[in-house]
T-cell receptor
Framework: DGGITQSPKYLFRKEGQNVTLSCEQN?????MYWYRQDPGQGLRLIYY???????QKGDIAEGYSVSREKKESFPLTVTSAQKNPTAFYLC??????????????FGSGTRLTVV | DQQVKQNSPSLSVQEGRISILNCDYT??????FLWYKKYPAEGPTFLISISSIKDKNEDGRFTVFLNKSAKHLSLHIVPSQPGDSAVYFC????????????FGKGTMLLVSP
C-alpha cells in the first residue's frame, strides 16, 4: 500500500538540542511539505519542496531546516533557534502542486515536546 | 493576515441532523477549495473539493457549496453521524505559479447520539 510515513510518533527534546523528524513517501509524488499544528492555529506551512534538491521556505521557516536528497524523503530538522518547538508536525506529499485529486496526502504526524 | 477563515472553533449537532461548517476567504486568486477531516493525533484526510467553475459538489453525505461573490464556502453533512466528530479544515489554492494549500484554523465538530 502506498502512503506517507512519519517517525517517530512522539519525540522529546531537551532545550538547546537539534532534532530531526523523518518523512518518507512511496506514492511517487514530486512535492512534499511540512506543516506545524498548534492549538487554535490550524496548519501553518514550514517548508515545501517541488522537486529533488530544491525547497522553499513557507510562512514559518525560522528555526527549521530541511533537505530533499531523494524523491521519497523530506526530513525536517528543528534547530535550537526555534523558540517554541513544542507542536504537532505534519508531513504531506502531492503530485505537482496538489491541485486536484484530493490535494495533499498527509502522514500521521509527530508530536514534539521540549522538556 | 489570515486568508482562509473558519470563524467557528466548534459546532455541536445531534445525530441525524445536518452539520454546516463555514469557511470564508479573502484572496480573490483562490480558485480551488478542499475540506479535510482530522482526528486527534492523526494526519488530515481529504474529504471533498470544489473548483471555482462550480458552485456545488456532492459526495455521498457530504456537499460543498461555493459562493464566489461572497468568497464563502460551506460543507454540509447530512445526516450527521457520531463518527463524523472531528476537526474539519478548509483549504484553498490559487492558480498562480506554484501555489501551496492555505488552511483555515479548523472547526471541531461534535455529533452526539
Amino acid at each position: 500500500d502506498g502512503g506517507i510515513t512519519q517517525s517517530p510518533k512522539y519525540l522529546f527534546r531537551k532545550e538547546g538540542q537539534n532534532v530531526t523528524l523523518s518523512c518518507e513517501q512511496n506514492l511517487n509524488h514530486d512535492a512534499m511539505y511540512w506543516y506545524r499544528q498548534d492549538p487554535g492555529q490550524g496548519l501553518r506551512l514550514i517548508y515545501y519542496s517541488q522537486i529533488v534538491n530544491d525547497f522553499q521556505k513557507g510562512d514559518i521557516a525560522e528555526g527549521y531546516s530541511v533537505s530533499r536528497e531523494k524523491k521519497e524523503s523530506f526530513p525536517l530538522t528543528v534547530t535550537s533557534a526555534q523558540k517554541n518547538p513544542t507542536a504537532f508536525y505534519l508531513c504531506a506529499s502531492s503530485r505537482s502542486s496538489g491541485r486536484g485529486m484530493g490535494g495533499y496526502t498527509f502522514g500521521s504526524g509527530t508530536r514534539l515536546t521540549v522538556v | 493576515d489570515q486568508q482562509v477563515k473558519q470563524n467557528s472553533p466548534s459546532l455541536s449537532v445531534q445525530e441525524g441532523r445536518i452539520s454546516i461548517l463555514n469557511c470564508d476567504y479573502t484572496n480573490s486568486m483562490f480558485d480551488y477549495f478542499l475540506w479535510y477531516k482530522k482526528y486527534p493525533a492523526e494526519g488530515p484526510t481529504f474529504l471533498i473539493s470544489i473548483s471555482s467553475i462550480k458552485d456545488k459538489n456532492e459526495d455521498g453525505r457530504f456537499t460543498v457549496f461555493l459562493n464566489k461573490s461572497a468568497k464563502h464556502l460551506s460543507l454540509h453533512i447530512v445526516p450527521s453521524q457520531p463518527g463524523d466528530s472531528a476537526v474539519y479544515f478548509c483549504a484553498a489554492s490559487a492558480l498562480e505559479g506554484y501555489s501551496t494549500l492555505t488552511f483555515g484554523k479548523g472547526t471541531m465538530l461534535l455529533v452526539s447520539p
